[in-house]
Structure formats: C-alpha cells, structure tokens
C-alpha cells in the first residue's frame, strides 16, 4: 500500500460515523448490508449516511452491489489488511514479532 493510499483510508476512518459503519460492516462479513439497514442499526438518516459511505468507498474500505432495488454494501477486507500490513511492516526493527507483547518489549529496550 502507498503512503497516500494509507492516509486516505486512516482520514475516512478517522470520523467516528464511518468508523461505526466500517467496523459494523466487518461484522457483517462478506455478505455484507444494505444500506437501510445500515441506517437502521446505527439510527441515521439515509441522507446522512450516504455521504459517509461515499467517503469509504472512495478511500477503497468499502465495495457495493446492485441487488435489487437495494445498494449492499461489503468491508474490503484486502484494503484493512493492506492498511494494517503497511502500519505494521516495519514493526519491531525488523525483527518477526509474533505478539503485541514482544513488539512491546523490543519497544522498551530500544529506549
């Protein structure tokens, strides 16, 4: 992932809305929701919530599909392990960590 790419989806997640959407979405899996039941489950009106998800869709996070008379919209899972791969990549020196402790302890002995 680009530098530029990372920026854009930490800025569209960095909106507490479309946290909550993305995050609800990961839950939902690859089935993903519909839009009004989006806005259902986080009680905002369509108007609203179409602004946010265009914001995600356009940072990549989210995907859609026609179904129906209905937009589904799914988390991009490879676009969220791309973001956390480039966040992490450089983790620990270099050195293969394989927990949050051990990256924590490289941390405190590289201080």
Do not use: W
């Amino acid at each position: 992932m680009e530098t530029n790419n990372a920026l854009e989806a930490l800025a569209a997640l960095a909106h507490s809305v479309r946290l909550m959407v993305f995050r609800l979405l990961m839950q939902a899996g690859p089935e993903g929701l519909p839009a009004g039941r989006i806005a259902e489950l986080i009680d905002m009106p369509a108007s609203s919530l179409s602004f946010h998800l265009k914001e995600l869709h356009r940072a990549e996070l989210l995907a859609s599909r026609q179904e129906g008379r209905s937009i589904i919209y799914m988390a991009r899972f490879e676009t969220m392990n791309a973001l956390l791969g480039y966040l992490t990549e450089n983790c620990c020196g270099g050195v293969s960590c394989t927990s949050v402790s051990s990256c924590n302890v490289v941390a405190e002995s590289n201080q």
